[in-house]
């Protein structure tokens, strides 16, 4: 898989809802990368994310799930940036996978671990309740009190989102705030408005 250096947009450590809604992004020269583009890349992201067991396996299937939840959750996050109503499909697709969270992780004894508690479900429901925890965390994320710092870079045509910081954060990233920077200063020079 190759990974995009870019690093974590503010906000997407603590809240994986973020994370998730940031592995699609769009780069300069009208490209997009997408970190879920095959089942492997997908659990990887899960795996590093802690939300599925190492060595996990899953199918397309399951991708298309966890990216179509993608899609729910910036559906959200750009109503809550753009203080418009949500389209329905995106509330009910976060409500479907929060309603989807499979039974609690049950209690297991091993002479390795001693007692743990352990997901121990079909791989389908591995990402059902990965994919719960992700919109659990969203829906925290949009109700709670980090709800009026969600913001979306605005170094186009960068999308990426992020909780701001500060006021004055407009950018997701030294790389976008430099290439604003740059922008700006070549536009100055060139005599001509950004």
Known sequence: MTILALPPAPGSDEHVSLALANTAVALPGGHRFDELTSPDATTEWLEIHGLVPDR???QSYCQNRLTGLRSDIRAALTAQV??????RHAVDGINRALASMPSAPVLQHDANHGFRRTIKHPTTRLVEHAMS?????????LTGEDAGAIAQCQ??????????????????????GDRVRAARAYARKQGTPP
């Open 82 to 87: 753009e203080g418009t109503v949500p389209p």
């Open 155 to 176: 170094a186009s045509p960068c999308d990426r989102f992020m909780l701001r910081t500060h006021a004055r954060r407009h950018w997701c990233s030294v790389r976008c």
């Open 56 to 58: 996990t396996t899953l």
């Open 133 to 141: 925890q992700i919109a659990a965390n969203c829906v925290l994320l």
